[in-house]
């Protein structure tokens, strides 16, 4: 059996916990990979590197927190908001799912990440808000320019029980970025 043969099938039979464990790896590792450029960053000008373990952890827990919604949005409620009987023409239907995705999902996404971290990291709720709102707008502006291309692929061409894998591998690059956007919020945040 190939390796994706025994993923498709894992997929299928355990589609929540299958989806579960990749998230927690490929939001773990778009951590590693953004702690690897900051620290590169860190040797060029004579700093210690550091490999922070619990953030990679918290991270890569979100990946596990968040998949069972990202499995409901593409199986249940975007074909529930966008239904394909109602929507024959599938260029419509993309466009409808796309524009649904990147309004209200990819908002709510950005927002739960960003609150979800700042928690977890004893921030407070006040305090987590407003660290939001900070980062909101510009994390969503370089959403904008990566993830609709990535989302009509993801509504056209590929099979329903692979989007939240689709979308987990083109996460570990977003997520080496929310990951610095965040962190470099939380480092300048201590110098105040």
């Keep these: 059996m190939s390796v994706v043969s025994w993923y498709t099938n894992c997929l299928l039979k355990k589609p929540y916990s299958t989806k579960m464990i990749t998230s927690f790896f490929t939001f773990g590792l ?7 450029i900051e620290n590169s960053a860190r040797n060029k000008h004579g700093e210690k590197s550091i490999c922070n373990f619990s953030r ?3 991270q890569a827990t979100y990946g596990i927190i968040f998949t069972p919604y990202l ?3 593409f199986a249940k409620i975007v074909p529930f908001i966008v239904p394909e009987s109602t929507n024959p023409n599938i260029k419509i239907r993309v466009i409808k799912r796309l524009l649904y995705d990147q309004t209200f999902h990819a908002c709510m996404c950005t927002i739960a990440y960003f609150m979800y971290l700042n ?4 921030t407070g709720f006040n305090k987590a808000v407003q660290n939001t709102k900070e980062v909101f707008v510009p994390t969503m502006i370089a959403n904008w320019k990566l993830w609709p291309a990535a989302m009509l692929i993801n509504y056209s061409i590929m099979p329903q029980h692979y989007s939240v894998f689709y979308v987990n591998i083109l996460s570990i690059f977003w997520n080496a970025y929310i990951s610095y956007v965040f962190n470099r919020k939380k ?3 201590k110098m105040l």
Excluded: E, P
């Design 71 to 73: 499995h409901l949005h």
């Design 187 to 189: 480092d300048s945040s």
């Design 119 to 122: 928690l977890v990291n004893h």
């Design 30 to 36: 778009g951590d590693i990979v953004s702690q690897m």
């Design 56 to 58: 990679f952890l918290k």
